[in-house]
């Protein structure tokens, strides 16, 4: 199964290349800010193994998150960014749209609750696709652990 992931992860890297490719914003030290970013399959495996942020775009218009769920995570809203999800393994039950409950602001244009009332439920297993725009309430409210996959946030 590892190869697999390690082959699913590697065809979901080439997608997020291009994507990375076009982004724009601040440089490195000794870096142009439209260099190659490149992260070998160590790397994003063990970005994968914890759930973590590869790439936090140093102030351009895009982060990409190597995720990992374990379990159902809090409703949530991104006023200002959109999330591209490509899901690489597993299976998860996201609900998208609707009213988040109990909300609350925990971070600049970041809202969080409890739970989200009507939406629209979406499975996502390997392979699948989802752009959830900045506005947008959404909940992964069922996960069949581990469920990984990478997340292009888009500002």
């Known amino acids: 199964m ?18 990375l490719a076009a982004g724009t914003g601040a440089s490195d030290e000794g870096v142009s800010k439209d260099a190659v970013r490149y992260f070998d399959r160590e790397t994003v495996s063990a970005a994968f193994d914890r759930g973590a942020v590869l790439d936090d775009g140093n102030g351009r218009n895009y982060m990409v998150h190597a995720s990992r769920r374990e379990a159902p995570g809090k409703a949530e809203v991104h006023t200002r960014d959109t999330d591209i999800i490509y899901a690489l393994a597993g299976r998860a039950i996201l609900i998208t749209g609707g009213r988040v409950v109990d909300g609350e602001v925990t971070a600049p244009d970041e809202v969080r609750g409890s739970a989200i009332q009507g939406g629209e439920k979406r499975e996502l297993r390997a392979g699948d696709v989802i752009i959830v725009p900045s506005g947008t309430p959404h909940w992964f409210q069922e996960v069949a652990s581990p469920f990984t996959y990478y997340v292009v946030k888009v500002r």
């Open 2 to 19: 590892m190869n697999r992931i390690h082959g699913t992860h590697a065809a979901g890297a080439a997608c997020l290349g291009l994507l």
